[in-house]
């Protein structure tokens, strides 16, 4: 995912090594920096899309003999498959698909074009569900983000103590327990038992997610405690990492204050490798996402994705598959970004 | 080619919802065993929200290719058909034809049109709709095709008139007009191609206003509708966007929304008794069917058959499978229909059916049964009569499989599989769904048997022609006894049709069409 600022995700985080600099002079180095890391983005995508394609191709059962059902007769399925170009080769509809894709077309639901659907462009059926995703999302990492920060940190200050252990432990006995399951209990408990937050997130049509905002207490409640251990696990071992270096031991012995040796010596250094353990919380939070919008019922990707899978639309779980890749990528640039500002060496290691 | 419309209906839908949303089954049998307690004066006025199990992004609002419950349930708000079927099996009510009459050997068809009747866009129905609809069954891509290809001479149906249509057949159909009834005969206007449903005009209670295929849908009241004082609310929301069931008991606890259509057996048996919600449950016709093939394989021998019959301990497969929320079937199909034989009953007798496998040759007969969870019930009832079978002495191997390919290519061609029938309002639309040869759901083959299909294939249309009632019943009766001593279909259960709505939603009524009495949502109101 990675490729430049690679680490073990369950491994402590350190500063990665500065990139190579072989880039020409010339232009900002922060911007030719970027511009690699786009291009990286790029032979990424196209690496997905080419498993992606043939992930979609392994499913059993096509979607001409789905969507045509009892109605399958062979005349009819080969009239469908010719209509959806099934007939040819996986190359040669794979070349169709990146066509379009180059023009920024994400193609025609298959299941659509079958049931002569007058408007079959996945652009626009994605469009809404992709937005109401991305607001779950972003109030799920807004939320996510100081709360792993002060979780992490305190329980890498208090390392080896009980306050440490109940953070851990804590987060490890939630962080693995399923979406679904907590979801369903917090259903149990604050719509069944108090009677607090209702236990569908609908929103009706050309509505917005946000005219309704206590509907999406619960899947937040539910994202935030699927993710926020994961962030908060990743954060401890950033500044446990930090709190060993020899800086740190050096301002404890040159007197400094505890907590100006927190603030300016140890925490400083360990935001760094705090943002690349965010950015893969919110990576993984948009596992969570597809669980949660369909134990909620909310009308996001997800919930798309889980329709099209059943009715095995492909070109739809193709172009969902990789806007959703397309989001890890930008978040991972976004992220070295981040660092790359954050850390003076890293920025003046770019030439 | 082919008429294999209807069940796929089912099917799809089936394979498409997790829970499984049939639209497929028809209706059936008798009174309502519950009915939405009358809660004063209807209310105009309001919005009504219905939730329904996803059909995908297949879904359509184009009558001809109905395929899921969402389908059916946005189809009749919209469209009107000729005539309607709700409350009982078999009673045909006037639609948009008021009444049809035949010549003497019921050849060819007179259908006198509603007066007075206007499209959505303003325009006034009349004759030309309808030629042009007829004429779009013809063609093989609308399901409503395999109901009456063979049957209609579409060069030849014309306008008699404004207000009358003339429709002649190939063959003499008694019960014609019972053919007219089904959610893929809504009646389109003169000149609807494929494109005008993007933006539907029909006829039905309620207008087109939004709609994305798996997702949420509106439709405002029709407030010149012809069935006044229908419909009772001002709009009516169908959300077809849920994957889970149990997300959508919530949003019916939570009022999120106002009726759960097709709820799951276990979820009405939990709220049974009322209270919290109401359930609508009616018996219906519909029956769980294990079809065996009978022109070929090792079902061909008739003892083997009937044996497998002899074996199901029906009660049990009811109460196991469908969670008590059906009725035992006897083999036979149609229940509620004129001429059903209902005094046919099938024993549990697993001895006799040893004994006739034994006399077969089959004593330990070995097979695959493949099964999905296609439809509520499928896989339960397939290990539950696996079961129960190994007394009669068969050794049966349940195969679970993917449902998006249970209705799939071999479908017709495999020597045992499950099914389910429609709900129709004649026993003519069953058995030419089921037991003609060209019937695309003819999964037992029957009409091709040897010896004797060719005879069983004229003896049904002899009763498809009758007209004089007293021929009918007794042709009726010899095919019903036919079936049930030779037939493929072990049909063991009925499923009882199952919705749950609010408490302050009345007007709507349990019936034994396959949701919300044939998808009657005009008559629903706000308390």
Known sequence: ?351 | MTRRGALRVGATALAVGAAGNALAACGGATDALTTSSPGGKPKRGGELRVSTITGGTAETLDPGLVLTTPDGLRTYAIFDRLFETYDDVKTLHPGLATSAESNKDATVWTLHLRKGVTWHDGKPFGADDVVWTINAWSSPESYANQFVVGLVDFKRVRKRDDLTVEVPLLVPVAEFPSLLTFYNMGIVQNGAGKHSFAKPVGTGPFKYQSFNPGQQSLFVANRDYWDAPYPYVDKLLIDSSFTDESARLNALLSGATDVLSLAPPTEAKQYEAGGQLKLLRSQSPVTMIISMRMDQGPFADVRVRQAMRLAADRPALVEGALDGMGQVANDLIGEGCDYFAADLVRPHDPEKAKSLLKEAGMEGMSFDLPTSNAAPGYVESATLFAAQAQEAGFDIKVQNGPAATYFGLDYATRPIGQDQCLCCPSLTQQYRTFFVPEGAYNTTHWGTQKPGGKAASKLISEAVAAVDPKLAAELWREVQTQQFEEGGQLGWGTNDSLDLIAPNVEGLKAGPGPTLNNWRLLTGWIA
């Not at chain 1, 209509?83 to 190359?91: C, K």
């Not at chain 1, 379009?100 to 996945?122: E, H, I, K």
């Not at chain 1, 360990?270 to 949660?292: D, E, K, N, R």
């Open chain 1, 1 to 351: 995912m990675n490729a430049e600022l690679e680490q073990d995700p369950l491994a402590p985080v350190g500063v990665a090594a500065p990139p190579a600099a072989r880039v020409p002079r010339g232009s900002h180095p922060v911007l030719r920096f970027l511009l690699r890391r786009c291009a990286v983005g790029f032979l990424t995508l196209a690496a997905v899309s080419v498993i992606l394609f043939a992930a979609t191709n392994i499913l059993p059962g096509d979607v001409a003999q789905t969507v045509l059902g009892k109605e399958a007769t062979p005349e009819r399925v080969a009239a469908l498959r010719s209509e959806l170009h099934l007939n040819e080769s996986v190359v040669a509809r794979y070349g169709h698909w990146v066509e379009g894709l180059v023009q920024g077309n994400l193609g025609d639901s298959a299941v659509q074009v079958a049931q002569n659907a007058p408007d079959p462009s996945v652009g626009s059926m994605i469009a809404t569900p992709l937005v109401n995703s991305l607001i779950l999302a972003l109030i799920a990492s807004i939320l996510i983000i100081p709360l792993a920060l002060v979780l992490g940190t305190i329980a890498a200050l208090r390392a080896g103590k009980s306050t440490d252990y109940a953070v851990s432990y804590g987060s490890l006995i939630l962080g693995s327990l399923p979406e679904f399951v907590v979801g369903t209990f917090l259903i149990l408990l604050f719509f069944n038992e108090l009677d607090l937050y209702p236990p569908v997130a609908l929103v009706p049509p050309g509505a917005s997610p946000l005219d309704n905002p206590e509907a999406l207490v619960l899947p937040l409640l539910t994202l935030l405690a699927a993710s926020l251990p994961f962030g908060a696990r990743q954060v401890r071992a950033g500044v446990v990492e930090s709190l060993k270096e020899d800086y740190v031991t050096v301002a404890r012995l040159g007197g400094i204050p505890e907590r100006r040796v927190l603030s300016r010596y140890a925490l400083r250094n360990a935001l760094p490798a705090s943002i690349q353990a965010f950015a893969q919380t919110i990576q993984y939070l948009f596992g969570g996402i597809i669980v949660v919008e369909a134990v909620f019922a909310y009308p996001g990707l997800g919930n798309l994705l889980t329709n099209a899978v059943l009715t095995r639309d492909v070109t739809l779980v193709l172009a969902i598959a990789l806007v959703i890749a397309a989001v890890f990528v930008v978040i991972n640039i976004v992220a070295d970004l981040l660092v790359v500002f954050l850390v003076p060496k890293l920025r003046t290691g770019l030439k």
